[in-house]
C-alpha cells in the first residue's frame, strides 16, 4: 500500500496570503495525484487532479505542482470560503489512498 | 446534472451488517467506476474499494477485505456497499463517489469527481 503523508497537520494562514500544503508519497505515483477540499458536514470537493489539472469550477487561485513523490497545493490568495480540510489522493493503481488532511485554519 | 444519491441513515447493533445504495444519473452508469470512502467522526478520509459499473469487479483495500462487499444493479443504475460485523468503532460517514477525472471512462486511474452526499451509519447497542 503507498502511504501518502501530509504536512502540517495543521496551517494557520491570514485571509489575502499565500498558503502551501504539501504531500509526500511513500513510492512513486507519476501524476496521478488529486487534492479534495472538504468543509464540515460536507462530502468532499475534487479541486485539482493530475497534480496540477484544476477540476471544472475550481478558481485560479488553486494551484498544484509536482510529480513522483513530492506535490503541493498552492491557494495564492486565500478566501473566507478557503478555511478548509485539504486531502491528497493518489490514483496511480488498483489501489488508491488518502493522506491524513491539512486543516486550514484562520490566524 | 450528474448526480450520485445514497440511502438514508442507518442504525444498526453489533454484529448486524448494513447495505448502502448509491444511485447514479446524468451520465451512462456503466463508464465510470464508482468508489466508496469511510470517515469516522472527526477522522480522516479511508479509502475502501471500487466497483466497475460494466462488468461488475471489485477491488477492495486489504482492510476491509473479508467484510465488505460491492455490487451493482445496472438496470436501475445502482450499486450497493454491504458491510458485515459491524462494531462499534464502525460508526462513520459513508461516501459513494465516481471516478471520472484523469484517465477518463473505463478505467480506474482517476480521481474522484462526483460524491454522493454521504450516509450516517450508526453502531450502537
Known amino acids: 500500500e503507498i502511504v501518502m503523508t501530509q504536512s502540517p497537520a495543521t496551517l494557520s494562514v491570514s485571509p489575502g496570503e499565500r498558503a502551501t500544503l504539501s504531500c509526500r508519497a511513500s513510492?512513486?505515483?507519476?501524476?496521478?495525484l488529486a487534492w479534495y477540499q472538504q468543509k464540515p458536514d460536507q462530502p468532499p470537493r475534487l479541486l485539482i487532479y493530475?497534480?496540477?489539472t484544476r477540476a471544472t469550477g475550481i478558481p485560479a487561485r488553486f494551484s498544484g505542482s509536482g510529480s513522483g513523490t513530492e506535490f503541493t497545493l498552492t491557494i495564492s490568495s486565500l478566501q473566507s470560503e478557503d478555511f478548509a480540510v485539504y486531502y491528497c489522493?493518489?490514483?496511480?493503481?488498483?489501489?488508491?489512498?488518502f493522506g491524513q488532511g491539512t486543516k486550514l485554519e484562520i490566524k | 446534472q450528474v448526480q450520485l444519491v445514497q440511502s438514508g441513515a442507518e442504525v444498526k447493533k453489533p454484529g448486524a451488517s448494513v447495505k448502502v445504495s448509491c444511485k447514479a444519473s446524468g451520465y451512462t452508469f456503466s463508464d465510470y467506476y464508482i468508489y466508496w470512502v469511510r470517515q469516522a467522526p472527526g477522522q480522516g478520509l479511508e479509502w475502501m474499494g471500487w466497483?466497475?459499473?460494466?462488468?461488475?469487479?471489485?477491488?477492495?483495500a486489504q482492510k476491509f477485505q473479508g467484510w465488505v462487499t460491492m455490487t451493482r444493479d445496472t438496470s436501475i443504475s445502482t450499486v450497493y456497499m454491504e458491510l458485515s460485523s459491524l462494531k462499534s468503532d464502525d460508526t462513520a460517514v459513508f461516501y459513494c463517489a465516481r471516478g471520472g477525472a484523469g484517465f477518463g471512462s473505463g478505467s480506474y486511474l482517476n480521481a474522484f469527481d462526483i460524491w454522493g452526499q454521504g450516509t450516517l451509519v450508526t453502531v450502537s447497542s
Open positions: 489522493q493518489q490514483y496511480n493503481n488498483w489501489l488508491g489512498t
Open positions: 513510492q512513486s505515483v507519476s501524476s496521478n
Open positions: 466497483i466497475n459499473p460494466n462488468r461488475g469487479g471489485t477491488t477492495y
Open positions: 493530475g497534480a496540477s
